[in-house]
């Protein structure tokens, strides 16, 4: 998999919603037949997640993900 964005942040983020997204599309179909959701939903999902993190992408996330990567092994920043 390869993913590009204006950021590092942007770039990490788009690799992490698309392999998450894979798996649980896998994990979906494992389970027999689909059932789609409506649209609108999909819609007001997307709309709130906009809402929520003001339009930032990874920029929202990757202080945090930064902050836990210092606590899990700071050496990466030498």
């Known amino acids: 998999l390869l ?4 950021s590092i942040a942007d770039a990490f983020l788009a690799m992490y919603l698309f392999e998450t997204t894979c798996q649980i599309q ?3 179909q494992a ?3 689909l059932i789609r959701v409506d649209p609108r939903i999909l819609d007001g999902v997307a709309h709130a997640v906009r ?3 003001e339009g ?3 920029a ?3 202080p945090a ?3 836990k990567l210092d606590r899990a092994d700071p050496s990466y920043r030498h």
């Open 3 to 6: 993913t590009v964005g204006p």
């Open 26 to 28: 896998l994990a979906a």
């Open 31 to 33: 389970g027999g037949e």
């Open 51 to 53: 809402t929520q993190t």
């Open 56 to 58: 930032m992408g990874g």
């Open 60 to 62: 929202f996330v990757w």
């Open 65 to 67: 993900l930064l902050r």
